[in-house]
């Protein structure tokens, strides 16, 4: 049964959750999205925004949820828009464009052995600070595909991420097989939920939303229930 407590408002612990790590686990998208862009991003907008892309399949989700959400958020266009970008993957393209990938001369990291690629990543991250906000997209493809080997890489990435880099990854909660998930879990301090609500008779699209996992002890397990609105915020029911 989850935890609800009506003084606690999730949205507002997002900020303590900075040089933290964080891994937002989702049944539905839309809400994790719309978590992610107009709650953390915004939070944490004056850090400068690193964005790390596994595969051009994310790489398109992502360009297409940006463009989406953006219509209605130009502040989230403003931001998004400055970031670093780096992909793994084989076309030399960044998400963040309009309506379509454009040519980037940032970081295009070639598909291939995972140590030459995780050798890469590791060099790029270990420069970040305080400074940065590190959004890691389709990091499940790693396990996914390579198992416990994946997970190894993975574990030696994030060794590599300085202590105080505030750091968040998006991951289907169903993705993955159940010990592979466990495992991932506990790179991050907090794990944050995301839910359909089953009990909800008379009105669809309201979702759990909680704390499900965390170390620190100012952030305890919680939940609660939220809409989407017309302008893809967050709304609290």
């Known amino acids: 049964m989850p935890n609800f407590n009506r003084e606690i408002n ?4 997002i900020k303590k959750l900075e040089n933290k790590r964080v891994l937002i686990k989702y049944e539905s998208t839309y809400p994790a999205l719309s978590l992610l862009y107009n709650n953390f991003c915004l939070t944490f907008k004056n850090k400068n925004l690193v ?12 360009r297409e949820s940006f463009e989406s959400f953006s219509v209605k958020s130009p502040e989230i266009v403003g ?18 464009g309009k309506n379509k990938c454009v040519e980037f001369d940032d970081a295009l990291i070639l598909r291939g052995k995972l140590n030459d ?3 890469h990543l590791r060099k790029i991250v270990c420069e970040l600070s305080e400074d940065d906000l590190l959004l890691l997209f389709g990091m499940h493809f790693i396990p996914s595909l390579y198992s416990i080997v994946g997970l190894r890489y993975m574990l030696s990435l994030f060794n590599s991420i300085p202590c105080d880099v505030t750091t968040v990854t998006l991951c289907q909660k169903d993705i993955l ?4 998930f466990n495992i991932m879990e506990r790179l991050y301090d907090v794990v944050v939920a995301i839910r359909k609500e089953k009990d909800t008779y008379f009105e ?15 952030i305890e397990p919680v939940y609660e ?6 302008n893809g915020k967050l709304i609290q029911v």
């Open 79 to 96: 931001i998004v828009s400055k970031a670093r970008f780096i992909k793994v993957g084989e076309k030399r393209c960044s998400p963040i």
């Open 204 to 218: 669809s699209g309201v979702y759990l939303i909680g704390v499900e996992q965390s170390i620190l002890q100012d």
């Open 51 to 62: 964005i790390i892309c596994f595969s051009d399949t994310a790489c398109r989700r992502l």
């Open 177 to 180: 097989k159940k010990d592979l």
């Open 117 to 119: 690629v995780f050798s």
């Open 10 to 13: 999730i949205l507002n612990l």
């Open 225 to 230: 229930k939220y809409k989407v609105d017309i």
